[in-house]
């Protein structure tokens, strides 16, 4: 099913999409009041942009050095060419070592390497510790954001999940009382672990560190309890200096929620003490995306979910109506060059309002790179032949004056004399939800003829 | 070949064209006031700052504390404030710190623009005494305050081991964008701003 039938869907209930809709424009609110308490927020975003476009240019050396400091750290580095060969290593690491019960902390690459089912089919217990992740895998289903997880669930939808699955009290609603019980169920799973693994935010090749970033303070739990810490990153997270942290982190927190800091910023460099740091290393698809000249910038991301928060569509259709783990614009430009196919609805599931690339706090331009990905799809051939049909004609129509003109006149003509319903239902659903105007008796061309001669 | 070699190769080959390093300075804020702003931005993460002349104040500003009062195991970390009821550094296992109602913890530096503090790892004698606590008190001094985070970071060792900013207490707002303070790590988190 592509975005808009799941997005009419998802707005069948309207209650709910109303909240949902609401909650992000709020974030997106706080998003503006951060950035305009920082009176170089601008000079901080074209840094951000710059220090990524460098670490591009260099990646290869950047992962060599941060795989060098790393190791001499202590670390263990492992390098996996897609998602089967990560949760290969993942779950090699877990078995040479008996552990069954692992905690993760929030990771959108794990959710795109599919690692919980694979563990769990080979007799693991994975908890997701983050609240919102935990929610969304109590419920059976994916994150539909990627800072908000269960941003598309409404409190109601959690008490009687918890009632369920966690034995709260039926009826409660109360997010206080709901956190706290997950607090307490989340407690025993975390003192419980024999392994941790996390996301990571930002890995430093000049000092071999990872840094994770969380407000509930789970990455932390689930790495300082188990000897075991597991941490799983995509090519494109490390940066090449300690100091470039300064540049990111004042950009992502305040981006994602509006806080000037996350609560937790840790600096893991090397395993703790008697434990063990194994770090995945993954590409599943990003070289590919590096070497487009025109969608590398995508890889810029630092997932802080902005363009999710102020995308009207992103808003109005809930993150479960993408085809990709990561929804919203920043999804729907990386999900083509992994399946063109696959993904084709995304690009357009857009306004090109343009809004996305004005808060991304590294200047990806995400409205250019979901237009070009249409002319990709329309020229691949990739859409439907009615679609690329109606194209061919107005193209057609809109070339030629004389045709334009007589088409023109025909529609008028039919607006007025055909039976409204037929109207709209020539109209590919533009007039389900509105009024088609009253045509005008004559076009702009022929008032213009009519009162001054021949243009 | 393996994953590695296939992986930098592939990285290689992909033709990003060559652009220099930005570098990180003329970035940052003023600010005139540091205690201020950081006690306002703490306490917009949730937190509280008390300023303290000294350490003896900070111990008895801590005992007026309601987390310090109810607290029935405690573990301080700062000489003189607070009276451990526990001595983490002779726990072995960090699981045994489960329980532990209140630990007072040293901050090398604080952060004016974001009311966040630096904790250095080695000076825990482990890292899940941070989070497994139901309270956290911190001590700082005030000449540590730094405008922004491009100086925290200045003066801060590159990769000098496990360290973390913490800006206040533990908190979520996935349910419905509600925020709710202590989800997983500490309920509370009292800065005592010394000097």
């Not at chain 1, 599943?284 to 997932?303: K, P, V």
């Not at chain 1, 729907?332 to 309002?353: E, G, K």
Request: aromatic residues 6%.
């Amino acid at each position: 099913m592509g975005h808009p039938q799941s997005a009419g869907r998802f707005l069948r209930d309207e209650v709910r999409a109303r909240r949902h809709d609401q909650s992000l424009w709020w974030v997106r609110q706080q998003r503006d009041a951060a950035a305009r308490r920082v009176p170089d927020w601008e000079a901080l975003r074209e840094r951000a942009e710059a220090i990524k476009a460098h670490t591009a240019s260099r990646l290869g050396d950047y992962l060599e050095e941060f795989e060098r400091h790393a190791t001499a750290r202590g670390a263990r580095v492992h390098w996996a060419r897609d998602g089967e060969e990560h949760n290969r290593i993942v779950h090699g690491l877990l078995a040479e070592r008996g552990a069954r019960r692992l905690v993760k902390s929030k990771s959108m690459l794990t959710e795109e390497c599919g690692l919980n089912p694979y563990l769990e089919a080979r007799g693991i217990e994975v908890t997701d510790t983050d609240l919102g992740e935990r929610i969304v895998q109590l419920d059976g289903r994916h994150p539909s954001h990627i800072v908000m997880p269960a941003i598309h669930m409404t409190r109601e939808a959690i008490g009687e999940l918890f009632h369920r699955t966690i034995g709260t009290e039926p009826g409660l609603t109360d997010p206080k009382a709901l956190t706290e019980a997950a607090r307490q169920h989340l407690r025993q799973k975390l003192l419980a672990a024999e392994a941790g693994l996390t996301g990571v935010n930002f890995a430093i090749a000049e000092t071999g560190g990872l840094v994770v970033v969380t407000n509930e303070g789970n990455a932390d739990m689930g790495t300082a309890l188990p000897p075991l810490h597991i941490a799983a990153m995509g090519i494109e997270k490390v940066i090449p200096r300690f100091e470039d942290l300064g540049v990111f982190l004042r950009l992502l927190a305040r981006s994602a929620t509006g806080q000037a800091l996350s609560t937790y910023t840790s600096h893991f460099h090397g395993p703790r003490p008697g434990g063990e740091l194994h770090i995945v290393i993954v590409d599943a698809g990003r070289t590919g995306l590096l070497g487009a000249d025109g969608f590398r910038r995508a890889l810029q991301c630092i997932r802080c979910g902005a363009c999710l928060n102020t995308c009207p569509v992103y808003r109005r259709s809930g993150g479960h109506s993408y085809t990709w783990v990561v929804p919203g614009p920043i999804g729907s430009v990386l999900a083509p060059s992994r399946d063109v196919v696959a993904h084709q609805t995304l690009p357009f599931a857009s306004s090109l309002c343009g809004s996305c690339s004005d808060v991304c706090p590294v200047r990806i331009d995400l409205h250019d790179l979901l237009l070009r990905w249409r002319q990709e799809i329309v020229s691949r051939r990739v859409v439907p032949f009615g679609r690329r049909a109606a194209m061919r004609v107005a193209s057609l129509v809109l070339r030629s004056t004389s045709l334009y003109e007589r088409v023109g006149r025909l529609v008028r003509w039919g607006m007025r004399v055909l039976p409204r319903r037929w109207v709209a239902a020539c109209s590919l659903g533009w007039a389900r939800q509105r009024e088609w105007p009253v045509p005008p008796r004559e076009s702009f061309r022929e008032l213009y003829r009519r009162t001054n001669g021949r243009p | 070949m393996g994953a590695r070699e296939d992986i930098l190769s592939a990285v290689r080959a992909a033709g990003v064209p060559a652009c220099e390093h930005p570098g990180a300075a003329g970035l940052g804020v003023e600010c005139d006031d540091l205690a201020a702003r950081f006690a306002e931005m703490l306490s917009a993460a949730g937190g509280v700052c008390v300023r303290v002349p000294d350490l003896a104040t900070a111990d008895r500003a801590l005992r007026e504390a309601p987390a310090y009062r109810q607290a029935r195991c405690v573990a301080s970390l700062v000489p003189g404030v607070g009276v451990g009821t526990i001595d983490p550094a002779r726990v072995g296992d960090p699981h045994d710190l489960a329980g532990l109602d209140l630990c007072v913890v040293p901050a090398e530096l604080g952060v004016a623009e974001n009311g966040a503090v630096w904790i250095d790892g080695r000076r825990l004698p482990h890292r899940a005494l941070i989070v497994i606590c139901e309270h956290l008190a911190v001590v700082v001094e005030a000449p540590t305050l730094v405008a922004d985070l491009h100086q925290a970071y200045a003066r801060l060792e590159p990769g000098g081991g496990f360290g973390l900013f913490l800006a206040g207490p533990s908190k979520t707002a996935d349910i419905e964008q509600s925020l709710v303070i202590g989800a997983q790590g500490a309920r509370s988190c009292l800065v005592l701003l010394v000097g």
